[in-house]
């Protein structure tokens, strides 16, 4: 545990270097782009006077020892665009995204589960077959793509969702989280399909049918229990990779999340804004990945039993 929790530091703190390296090495003048969308007539005084209040002005590694030590105290600076700590503006967002992602596994779960079962169940027949079609045709489908058309149909011909929001609400999450679970679906499908299909060729299975169990006890009972560990490391892959926010799928509905505020802020060059949201993508990835390695020692006995000795 505690070596799982130094190998967290390191990469946090490795994150959080290169990542202002990139920041402070990219192109453009943040107080330039700040002072222009704000409509004010800028002069060298004046630019000089914003890069000096903003610590722009500073040398690199000055810059990032100031950024530092605010972390260690909660503060992660003041987003230039905004105008409200870094931290306040990514709660903001991160409700949103956090809303979305729920949904978004949900219907997942609803959708990838029962068609993978009844694929691996029905191997080499039509229900199969139509599955794994609608699946590669999934998989084939850019995100994007099917967020517009689901937006042109139910959004401005059928009139029933929000083409444009800037609150959460019920109808706004709607859309964006069906757009995400079929692509993610799409994916899930073929994995649930092949890792029941992995267990239903193991020999437990061989005995339990020798032993007179219908398939359903066998699978509901056996093969799905033992089929919960594979899948529980795609589903925290996904959590996380939805908690980071999907930037693409947020910003076709223009729907409030943590993506959509991650694109505004590269465009604007708000730099603060920028590393405190790749450091939230690293410790949400990290924190998921060490909730999935939790759940395996508490699923698995033979893990539990590793452990102690």
């Not at 694929?119 to 489908?141: C, K, L, T």
């Not at 994916?187 to 020798?210: F, M, N, P, S």
């Not at 410790?283 to 909730?291: E, Q, R, V």
């Not at 508490?298 to 452990?307: I, N, V, W």
Request: proline letters at 5%; charged letters at 15%.
């Amino acid at each position: 545990m505690l070596n799982r929790f130094i190998q967290m530091l390191v990469t946090l703190i490795g994150v959080s270097f290169m990542t202002f390296c990139l920041t402070y090495l990219a192109p453009g003048d943040p107080a330039a782009m700040l002072l222009e969308s704000a409509d004010t007539i800028v002069s060298e005084e004046v630019l000089e006077q914003t890069r000096h209040e903003l610590g722009l002005d500073q040398p690199f590694l000055v810059q990032y020892g100031n950024w530092v030590g605010g972390l260690l105290h909660g503060d992660m600076g003041m987003s230039y665009s905004a105008k409200k700590p870094v931290l306040d503006k990514l709660s903001e967002g991160f409700v949103g995204t956090l809303l979305l992602a729920i949904v978004t596994v949900i219907f997942v779960l609803i959708i990838s589960l029962p068609l993978g079962i009844l694929s691996a169940v029905r191997q080499n027949e039509y229900p199969d077959y139509i599955v794994r079609f609608f699946s590669f045709v999934g998989v084939s489908m850019p995100s994007f793509w099917l967020g517009l058309i689901l937006l042109y149909i139910f959004g401005l011909k059928l009139g029933w969702f929000p083409i444009a929001t800037s609150k959460v609400t019920a109808n706004s999450i709607i859309l964006p989280a069906i757009t995400l679970a079929i692509y993610q679906s799409t994916k899930y499908v073929r994995q649930v399909r092949t890792v029941i299909l992995d267990e239903l060729h193991q020999d437990y299975v061989i005995g339990a049918r020798a032993r007179g169990l219908s398939e359903q006890a066998i699978l509901w009972k056996h093969v799905l229990p033992n089929a919960v560990l594979p899948l529980i490391t795609l589903l925290g892959m996904s959590i996380g990779w939805l908690l980071g926010g999907v930037a693409v799928i947020e910003i076709v509905f223009s729907y409030p999340g943590i993506g959509n505020m991650a694109v505004r802020a590269i465009m604007m060059r708000d730099y603060p804004l920028i590393e405190g949201f790749v450091l939230w993508i690293a410790i949400a990835y990290m924190g998921i990945n060490f909730l999935v390695d939790l759940s395996y020692n508490y699923l698995d006995p033979k893990l539990r039993k590793g452990a102690r000795s």
